[in-house]
């Protein structure tokens, strides 16, 4: 299931040994939400993997690449997909199609129903959200970013007075689940410095096995 999501998503998978860089038209269309993803790759716990540009930078990338090695290209990687404005980052990728069996929390809502934080707003669909019982004010929430069918990303967020309840890894596992069911692979990004994201991803069923994203984000 992941490998058929990964040839969809980033153009091309299983890696061979090293970094490949493929040329894919999905990088010049829009992502779930509509901006842009010019640049895309992942990289197994090995350190293969596959980084997907726009098809008129591939040449540009793959000879840099070359070289150069990783470390130079991602340096130079935003000027030679025509955006010199950003940084390339690398993040934590992490997967799973056994969501841990903890107890269910919150309900599922309409992304734009009443009292939820704008960040839940973008969702297409519906949002899982964790309510105060009684006042019904917003505790947590998730958000699931549509990459394709067969693979679905979970976002997570936790207003500061709820945190240490263990709502975010519950809501995790609940909509990991739900994206399992129907036949799709669950996926949870973060920041390799981000602690608490890994703890809810571990304890949701979500294990670190060395992967790597890749991508561009606004300079800061």
């Known amino acids: 299931m992941l490998d058929r999501f990964l040839r969809t998503w980033i153009g091309a998978w299983p890696a061979p040994e090293g970094l490949i860089v493929v040329g894919s038209p999905q990088r010049e269309r829009p992502r779930w939400d509509g901006a842009e993803q010019r640049v895309l790759g992942v990289l197994d716990g090995a350190g293969n993997g596959v980084l997907s540009v726009p098809p008129a930078s591939r040449d540009a990338v793959a000879g840099l690449l070359a070289r150069s090695g990783p470390e130079d290209l991602l340096a130079h990687l935003p000027a030679l997909v025509g955006r010199p404005e950003q940084r390339c980052f690398t993040g934590v990728f992490r997967w799973t199609q056994t969501p841990a069996a903890l107890p269910a929390a919150g309900e599922w ?4 129903g009443a009292g939820l934080p704008e960040w839940l707003r973008p969702f297409p669909g ?3 959200v964790a309510r105060e019982p009684g006042t019904g004010e ?3 929430g998730v958000g699931l970013k549509p990459h394709d069918p067969t693979g679905v990303e979970i976002a997570v967020g936790t207003a500061e007075r ?28 973060h920041d390799p410095d981000n602690i608490a994201s890994a703890h809810v991803a571990a304890a949701a069923g979500f294990p670190d096995q060395g992967w790597k994203i890749i991508a561009l984000a606004g300079a800061e």
Do not use: K, Q, T, W
């Not at 809502?109 to 734009?112: C, F, L, V």
């Open 126 to 128: 519906e949002v899982l």
């Open 109 to 112: 809502e309409p992304s734009g």
């Open 138 to 140: 917003f505790l947590c």
């Open 162 to 189: 709820a945190r240490g309840r263990g709502l975010a890894r519950r809501l995790v596992a609940r909509a990991a689940r739900r994206i399992v069911d129907a036949s799709a692979v669950a996926l949870y990004l």
